[in-house]
């Protein structure tokens, strides 16, 4: 591995948030270290949310460590894939919380990737106005993205994430053996929102993702550790200072303009969001170039560093008949967009993101050069 690379024993990032300030914990066999929970609530009770896929390879493992904290553990475990992040699932959390009378001190753990993330932080600010969680995140995308920063939702079929509250977790623990059973797709995935702190934020980190990308996708250790930190240790900074997307956080959706709309347009789950995200950079940073804000070198390079990471770069035909206008139709339901005008997250190529609109002329050439 190139570059300064992290030790492997457990890091610590933190996010500073007034009184919703919490720690990521980042390390090897963390999920069953008694240690990565110290300090956190001893309520009576808890109730862990996992699903079919999470739970049989690491539900016991936790349950070990929780047991020892709390007199009674209780588990919801939904059914598998984005298709899930419904109301349906969400009521049967709580549906768990209340059929076991579950009180406000309950912690809740989320047991897995984004999906059981997002939906386990959204429960958590609704039951009884709010509860105390923790993520556990056990996909690549979750420990370096999905799980900081406090935005929870379920989906809509007309549109991502529309429906949610921003609510933070108490602590977020990044066990990193949990990505040695990660598919390969789902590490992909995963790699497409690593990807996405270099062009907004840091290039050298880009240059490090690239330097390192077959160690990464070997899911070798070290660079593991240092890409989830370095990740956690921008999300955390950029969400430090605009918690509630006022601004600045904006730029953390770099990619999912036009990833979303492939998400929502082919139906939840037919394209992952990580694969949505990595293809949406590519259609962004086209559009940066179209508006003069990157060169064509800096397109083609990200396009490379996509493909190699195992994303598609070629995006979907959503309709035949008008495939701009339905992306188009997609995107102005996106939460970032203003007065019915699609905002985007543009790159200049050298570590800067601006959001803002774009001619549609421009958007629907993106689209007709990106789609196959
Ligand atoms: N809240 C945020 O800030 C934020 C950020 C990024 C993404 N998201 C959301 O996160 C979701 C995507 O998350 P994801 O990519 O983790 O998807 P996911 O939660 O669906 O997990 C991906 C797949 O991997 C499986 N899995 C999880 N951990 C595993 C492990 N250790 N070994 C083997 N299989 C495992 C899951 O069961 C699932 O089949 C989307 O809904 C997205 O909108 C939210
Ligand atoms: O944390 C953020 O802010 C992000 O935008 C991170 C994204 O990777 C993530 O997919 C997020 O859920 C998208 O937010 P949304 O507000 O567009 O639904
Ligand atoms: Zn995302």
């Known amino acids: 591995m190139n570059s300064t690379a992290a030790p492997s024993t457990m890091q610590i990032v933190p996010i500073q948030l007034d009184d919703r300030s919490y720690n990521i914990h980042i390390g090897g066999g963390l999920l069953t270290a008694p240690a990565s929970f110290d300090g956190l609530p001893k309520a009576a009770t808890a109730l862990v949310v996992s699903n079919s896929v999470v739970a049989p390879l690491y539900l016991d493992k936790l349950l070990g460590v929780l047991r020892q904290r709390h007199a009674t553990v209780h588990t919801v475990v939904l059914a598998d894939g984005e298709s899930t992040k419904t109301w349906d699932s969400l009521n049967q959390i709580f549906e768990g919380l209340l059929s076991k009378a579950c009180d406000r001190k309950t912690v809740l753990y989320a047991l897995g990737g984004g999906v059981v993330g997002d939906m386990t932080g959204f429960a958590a600010a609704c039951y009884m106005r709010g509860v105390p969680f923790v993520q556990v ?21 007309l549109g991502k994430n529309m429906i949610g509250a921003f609510y933070q977790p108490l602590r977020v623990i990044c066990d990193l053996d949990t990505l040695k059973t990660l598919p390969a797709r789902e ?15 840091d290039m050298a980190f880009l ?43 904006a730029i953390l959706n770099f990619g999912h303009t036009f990833g979303h709309a492939i998400e929502a347009g082919m139906g939840y789950g037919a394209w992952l969001h990580g694969e949505g995200v990595g293809c949406g950079m590519v259609m962004a940073a086209m559009l940066s170039q179209k508006m003069g804000l990157a060169d064509q070198a800096f397109v083609e390079r990200l396009t490379r560093i996509v493909k190699r990471a195992g994303l598609p770069t070629v995006a979907p035909v959503l309709d035949a008949r008008d495939n701009a206008g339905r992306y188009m139709d997609l995107m102005r339901v996106d939460k970032k967009a203003d007065a019915g005008q699609i905002q985007f997250i543009l790159v200049d190529g050298k570590g800067k993101a601006t959001v803002g609109p774009a001619p549609d002329a421009m958007v629907a050439e993106v689209i007709n050069a990106c789609c196959g």
């Open 207 to 249: 240059d490090w993702v690239e330097a390192n990308l077959d160690a990464l996708m070997a899911c070798d250790p070290e660079a593991m550790a240092f890409a989830v930190k370095r990740s956690c240790e921008i999300k955390a900074d950029v969400v430090s200072q605009d918690e509630r997307e006022g601004g600045l956080r």
């Open 187 to 201: 590490l992909s995935a995963g790699l497409a929102e690593i990807i996405k702190y270099g062009p907004i934020v």
């Open 137 to 157: 995140p056990t996909t690549l995308l979750a420990q370096v993205d999905s799980s900081v920063g406090g935005k929870t939702a379920i989906n809509h079929p």
